[in-house]
Each structure stands twice: as C-alpha cells, then as structure tokens.
C-alpha cells in the first residue's frame, strides 16, 4: 500500500512534517509500521497551495529517500495546507503520472489502499467518468479513477455524497464481477480551503489513519514543546501512521467514517457507500 500526510493550519516549512518528525514520512518510507509493505519506494509526490488559483505540485518515481531536489525544496516551501504521499504499487506501473496526489482545478487528492481486481473492472469504471473530466486522466492506476469518479459524482459541490457514491459504484461494479471485497481506502480530498478524510473498506478493516490532537489542548500537555506554541489552535495534520510517540498526540479515525478540518468548522460523519 502507501503512506500519507496532510495538513492544514498554520503556514509551516514543508521539512518540519516531512523530515524533522521522530518517525517522519522520509523514515515510513523504509519502516512503516502499521501497512502492509515496511519499505514505500515505488515514487512519491508532494502537494501544495500557496499564491496561484491551483496548487502546485512536485513528484518523482525515485524513492524519496533519495531525492536530494526534495529535501533542498522542503527548506523553502511553506504552505498553510499541504499533502505528501510515498507510493507501494499494488499493480499499476511506476511512473510519474501514477504518483499521488493528484489534481484537478483547485483539488487535491491522494489514497492508500486498493480497488481489488481493478483490471478487469477499470473499462467499466473508467466509462462511468464525465466526458468532460475523461481527457484530464493520464495515468493508469486506480486512485486516479477513483478520483475522477468522485469528481464525476459531485465531490466539489458536497466531498462526503460524491466519495460515497463513488464507493458505491466501485463496489457493485466490482461485485458484479465476482469480486466480494472491493474496496479498502483512506483517502485525503482538498479544494484549498477544506481537507477532508474518509476512511472505509468494504470488509470493515480499512488502512490505519490518524488525526491530530487539538493544538491547545497539547501545548498544556507538553509546554515544554515549542512548535505547538507557534501553532494556531486550527492547525491539524492527519496521516496513514503517526509521525512519532508522544502521548496524546494521535487518535485513530474511527472505520467507516469521514472528516472535514477547516477553521472553525471541523466535523465527523459516518461513511456509507450510496447508490448511484
């Protein structure tokens, strides 16, 4: 599978969540911990918003534990809301246009987990996607896909009803061909101003998915600890396995569920694949 992050809060160095954590992206991507694969080599990409109408992204088939261009750009970039994700192929080729997250207009998107027997489902599944979205797919994997079906179904307008209906038609297009258990997911979604998280699988034992706590909360826990003095009180990171020890600083996203981080308007809900 992969490994993923995504923040929003505060503008920060993109090396202080990337790099300087205990147990950092950098370090998940030759020990994870808590998925399938200890080692995430297959590529990796990073997302950002910052002063255009779209975010910017950088990504590379090399491992990332090998790329100086990262680490020298990390010192320099700083951003209010950014993803990272370091790639386990579960199939599709590693190349660039298969490496998360991926963009469309002003979203983001990035996932860990897998559509099972994706190809001999991706025909149906791709032929389900707008025409009018169909010519920006250039990859071959399945997030991609799954992306765009969401686009398709209305993620812009409401993220939480268009993720579901797109599990939805995953799932029965999957289950019509004999494929029991489609669908394992956690997946980070951003039009700039929100990120939301959802997490579900549809044998009930999704990919891990942490949140963060909230950050005043933690300064009276660790006032010994200077970055989470610099932080605003919405600042929140959610991430596939937590970046270090400290207590009180993680808590598991409950199965089946979807979250949304903006200022002043964090909510949980429950996910529930919907018919198309």
């Known amino acids: 599978m992969c490994r993923w992050l995504a923040y929003s809060g505060s503008p920060i160095l993109l090396e202080s969540i990337l790099y300087k954590p205990q147990h950092s992206l950098i370090d998940q991507s030759l020990h994870a911990r808590l998925g399938p694969h200890t080692t ?15 975010p ?3 990504k590379c088939v090399d491992p990332v534990w090998n790329d100086r261009n990262l680490k020298e750009l990390s010192r320099q970039i700083r951003s209010r809301l950014m993803f ?15 490496c998360h997250p991926f963009r469309h207009g002003k979203w983001l998107w990035m996932h860990n987990g897998q559509i099972a027997g994706f190809a001999g489902v991706k025909r149906e599944l791709v032929m389900a996607v707008d025409p009018a979205l169909y010519g920006s ?8 896909v799954f992306f765009y079906l969401a686009l398709t179904f209305g993620l812009a307008e409401n993220p939480p009803a268009a993720v579901q209906r797109a599990v939805g038609f995953i799932e029965r297009t999957c289950r019509a061909q004999g494929i029991e258990h489609p669908m394992r997911m956690s997946v ?3 039009d700039g101003e929100s990120l939301w ?8 034992v999704p990919p891990s998915l942490f949140y963060s706590t909230d950050v005043q909360a933690l300064r009276e826990q660790h006032p010994e600890i ?8 919405e600042s929140r990171m959610v991430v596939s396995e937590p970046l270090g020890e400290l207590a009180g600083v993680w808590n598991e996203v409950p199965p089946s569920s979807w979250g949304r981080i903006r200022e002043g308007q964090d909510q ?9």
């Open 84 to 98: 990272a994700h370091i790639r386990a192929s579960t199939g599709t080729p590693v190349q660039q246009t298969n």
């Open 137 to 144: 797919i250039e990859g071959s994997s399945d997030t991609e």
């Open 188 to 190: 980070a979604a951003s």
């Open 197 to 204: 998280a959802f997490r579900y699988s549809s044998e009930g």
């Open 268 to 276: 949980v809900g429950p996910f529930i694949p919907a018919a198309h």
């Open 56 to 58: 910017a992204l950088y």
């Open 40 to 54: 995430n080599g297959d590529g990796f990409g990073v997302g950002w918003y910052g002063e255009g109408d779209e």
């Open 226 to 233: 200077e970055v989470f003095r610099t932080l605003s009180d």
